[in-house]
């Protein structure tokens, strides 16, 4: 198994120390847990770019199609600086299990490239997207492999994908990327799916529990696409939303913050501090100070391990929502399991972004393209459906939330495995 596997990198070995208790509860056999120990593909290449000036620059980019047992791989690609190949094969397998637990007919896919893009002028970004589509045009389609926007990535640069997608391939083939801009066959909801899909999950267990959103204060880490439009949308419904960070600081104030003005203030250049309130104005804290804050609802939506073995006493909050993707190590899972705290975790909180997708995809593939209202719809009924059946699984096998919505993942994954039967070793496109 990769757990003794000294070359397994730290990030997806710590991503894959959580299946040991998975694989004993569901009795997984060894063929299943061999390939699950394994990207099914990973590739590396290089990118160059001409750049503003005249020189040429050349970029690292990947694409990793953990596991196709349900289906074509799904997932984002990432720009950032800190992107490398450990990473991105463990956000591959976050995929595959996400898209298992709610059920889309995926298997685990991600990409990303090193790069810092705030440093980059807007042709150079288009020029550095076109060419992170041709390096993957051969390993890409709608029924191989479908990518998406992740962290720094957005509706325009999956445009500029698409767009170059259809210039090789002679054809408009817009299943082949989802999170397109509207007018390239994009779906409506796609933009604030994660977070607010988020929100739903959030609502479902505050159902359960007996939870008013009133009373509930909670910090936001992380301001981007999923933050901003979770905390809008969470404001919107009544939660007190006293914190919200970016990459340089956090602002709080004790009476609620004024989303929509924290965000117009990021847009003309940082995060300010704007009260809903009349009185206070609130303040600017250090970074980090958001996961330490007195509230109800830590939701993480930044980067991975946000909260390791070394902060996770810090959290004083008794539930975190993993909109991030592996922003909690498993140690430090562990130890807030110890004291008592709930995390809803990524694998089943942010999955309104891929479940969005997967409503894109279906439209480019039948040419009919649905109303916001029914997208919200179909997004709620699903994320319910299969919220249910993980909150039943943790509460029959007396798991917590992460345990039993892999339980989900794997048992999915693991059954279309069998129904493929024992003999197929075929590595290739499906
Ligand atoms: N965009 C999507 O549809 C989905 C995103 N996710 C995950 O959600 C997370 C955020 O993604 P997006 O919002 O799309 O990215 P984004 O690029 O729009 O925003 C990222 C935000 O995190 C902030 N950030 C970075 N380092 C930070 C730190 N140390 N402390 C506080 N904030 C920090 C940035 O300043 C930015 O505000 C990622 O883990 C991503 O994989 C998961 C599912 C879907
Ligand atoms: O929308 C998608 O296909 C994938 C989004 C994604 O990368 C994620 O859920 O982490």
């Known amino acids: ?206 159902d359960r529990n007996k939870q008013k959103a009133k009373k509930l204060k909670v910090a936001v880490q992380g301001f981007g696409n999923a933050g901003y439009h979770f905390a809008r949308a969470a404001a919107d419904q009544g939660y007190n939303v006293v914190a919200v960070s970016d990459s340089q600081r956090t602002v709080y104030s004790a009476e609620g913050l004024d989303i929509d003005a924290v965000y117009n203030a990021k847009q003309q250049g940082q995060l300010k501090p704007f009260s809903s309130g009349s009185k206070n104005k609130g303040d600017t804290l250090e970074r980090d100070a958001v996961l330490g804050l007195d509230v109800d609802i830590l939701v993480l939506a930044a980067l991975e391990n946000a909260i390791d073995d070394n902060n996770a006493k810090q959290v004083s909050a008794k539930v975190i929502l993993e909109i991030a993707n592996g922003p909690v190590t498993s140690k430090a899972d562990s130890k807030l399991e110890q004291a008592g705290v709930t995390v809803i975790p990524d694998v089943l909180a942010n999955t309104g972004g891929v479940i969005v997708s997967y409503f894109e995809w279906i439209q480019n593939r039948t040419g009919d393209y649905w109303t916001a209202e029914v997208v919200n719809q179909r997004l709620r009924e699903r994320i319910n459906q299969q919220a249910d059946l993980i909150f039943k699984v943790a509460k029959d096998e007396k798991v917590t939330l992460r345990t039993a919505t892999y339980m989900q993942g794997i048992r999915r994954i693991t059954e279309a495995m069998d129904h493929r039967g024992s003999q197929r070793f075929f590595n290739g496109d499906c």
């Not at 591959?92 to 980059?120: H, R, T």
Request: with cysteine; proline share 6%.
């Open 1 to 206: 198994m990769a757990e003794n596997d000294v070359s397994t990198p730290e990030v997806l070995k710590d991503a894959q120390s959580r299946l040991q208790d998975i694989y004993e509860r569901l009795d997984v056999s060894d063929d299943a847990r061999q390939r699950l120990a394994h990207p099914r593909r990973s590739l590396q290449f290089s990118i160059p770019v001409r750049m503003d000036n005249g020189s040429l620059k050349v970029f690292q980019g990947w694409r990793v199609q953990y596991d196709v047992t349900r289906g074509p791989a799904k997932g984002g690609i990432r720009f950032h600086p800190n992107v490398n190949a450990d990473e991105v094969t463990a956000l591959s397998f976050w995929m595959a299990i996400k898209c298992a637990a709610v059920d889309l007919p995926y298997g685990g896919g991600k990409g990303g490239v090193q790069c810092n893009p705030k440093e980059l002028s807007r042709m150079e970004l288009e020029r550095l997207s076109r060419g992170y589509m041709r390096a993957v045009f051969d390993v890409v389609g709608p029924d191989v492999d479908i990518p998406a926007p992740d962290v720094n990535t957005d509706a325009t640069v999956m445009g500029w994908m698409d767009d170059e997608f259809a210039s090789i391939a002679r054809r408009q083939l817009p299943a082949v990327i989802t999170g397109k801009p509207l007018g390239l066959g994009g779906s409506q909801g796609r933009v604030e799916a994660t977070g607010e899909g988020a929100l739903e999950v959030l609502n479902i267990w505050a």
